[in-house]
């Protein structure tokens, strides 16, 4: 038996190991020098833009909120397809979140879409760039600065990905990332904010720390409630290891994500009628390669499928159900049919393996044993 294949690893090298020791022998493992090199060494990646480090992705976006002034009253229009934090954070702000449809391309929110959904209401958009695939950045900031809307790019799963050449985080208003195990870089948790002006960095360190300032030796005030968002230094040293091998990283996984249309080419994994994301491998940074099974009469369902690929020594993941059927925002009044495109992508799409140390031979592994679970559905 082969050994089990997970749907993503981190890569975490022996030199980033013994780093992390020697941040453990030092004498000071909370938030200290390492937080400060790596926010230095991001905002180099970022061309020198002002950044701030956090220990979550929701942690960064709740405050990338709160620098926009989104709060009571206000409304975010953003996709019901991501991770729930997405939405999550506008609802923990007091403000609106307004769901509008995917692009069934793209997978992400449909420009065309925003601006119907735009009110008197609405403060801020706040895409998402769903498995690395970067949402159409000229016309999102075209649609903001002509209606005078603040942009909270989730950029969770875009570290490495690019628009028209230019890295994600190097330009925009407001660009949040995770470092969470399962994306491209990661701090075991944590996140990073990417802002214009330093009077914001300034800002988003109160929101990160009980909204604490520090004057002189002895001297402390605090104006505004923050939270308490601090990264330490053990999860920064792990980060700096990752940032190193970032561009290796994004190359891996566009040569995997190749391989799997290369493979996926071929008549009998066509056969199976498998919904491919878009074939970018300039821009994206494929933190995913995801599949839409097909719904025709007799196929099995996606738990079935799950099932039998495990068995098989295959894992897969789903990311995501769709946000606005979730029990919380039903009862805001959301239901069935609202947003048809995310609702089908929700139901059936699926996660294959894909992280830089998978193989190619991984790759055919797994259409092979997609090829043994699916029936053929359609003729080629
Ligand atoms: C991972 C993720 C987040 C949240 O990041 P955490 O670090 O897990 O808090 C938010 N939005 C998207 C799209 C994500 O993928």
């Known amino acids: ?33 390492k937080v400060k090199e790596f926010e230095a060494q991001l905002s180099a990646l970022f061309g020198g833009r002002p950044v701030r480090a956090f220990n979550s992705g929701t942690a960064t976006l709740e405050v990338a909120l709160r ?34 449809d995917i692009d069934p391309r793209t997978r992400n929110l449909d420009p065309d879409a925003i601006e119907a959904a735009i ?15 970067p949402v159409d950045r000229d016309r999102l900031y075209a649609l903001a600065a002509r209606h005078g ?17 230019r890295l994600i985080g190097s330009f925009g208003d407001l660009v949040s990332f995770s470092f969470h195990p399962n994306k491209n870089v ?12 330093e009077s914001d960095a300034t800002l988003a360190e109160q929101y990160r720390l009980q909204g604490v300032v520090r004057t002189g030796m002895d001297g ?4 505004r409630v923050g939270g308490k968002f601090n990264l330490t230094d053990v999860a920064a040293r792990v980060g700096l290891g990752q940032l190193a091998r970032l561009d290796e990283f994004t190359r891996r996984r566009r040569e995997l994500a190749r391989e799997y249309f290369e493979v996926f080419g071929q008549p009998a994994v066509r056969a199976l009628g498998l ?21 025709t009469a007799g196929s099995p369902s996606r738990a079935e499928v799950m099932g039998k690929l495990h068995a098989l020594g295959i894992g897969t993941g789903v990311h995501y159900p769709a946000i606005h059927l979730f029990t919380r925002y039903r009862a805001a009044g ?28 991984e790759v055919s592994r797994v259409a092979a044993a997609l090829v043994s679970v699916l029936p053929v559905s359609r003729q080629v």
């Open 1 to 33: 038996m082969l050994p089990f294949l997970p749907f993503t690893r981190p890569t975490i090298d022996e030199e980033t190991i013994a780093g992390v020791a020697e941040v453990l022998r030092s004498g000071w493992i909370t938030s200290g020098p």
């Open 67 to 100: 620098l926009a002034g989104v709060g009571a009253g206000d409304e975010v229009i953003t996709t019901p397809l991501s991770w729930v934090a997405t939405s999550n954070v506008i609802l923990t702000v007091g403000a609106r979140p307004v769901f509008v």
């Open 119 to 133: 009110t008197p209401a609405t403060k801020a958009l706040m895409p998402v760039d769903l498995a690395g695939l």
């Open 149 to 165: 809307l603040r942009v909270i790019e989730d950029a969770a799963q875009a570290m490495g990905s690019s628009w028209r050449g």
């Open 186 to 197: 990661t701090s075991i948790e944590g996140g990073c904010l990417v802002m214009t002006h």
């Open 220 to 223: 402390m005030d605090v104006a």
């Open 275 to 295: 919904g491919l994301p878009c074939a970018d491998f300039e821009q994206s940074n494929w933190h995913m390669f995801q599949v839409l099974l097909p719904e």
């Open 334 to 361: 959301w239901k069935e049919g609202d947003f048809p495109h995310a609702e089908h992508a929700g139901r059936t799409i699926l996660s294959l393996p894909l992280f830089p140390t998978m193989t190619s031979a």
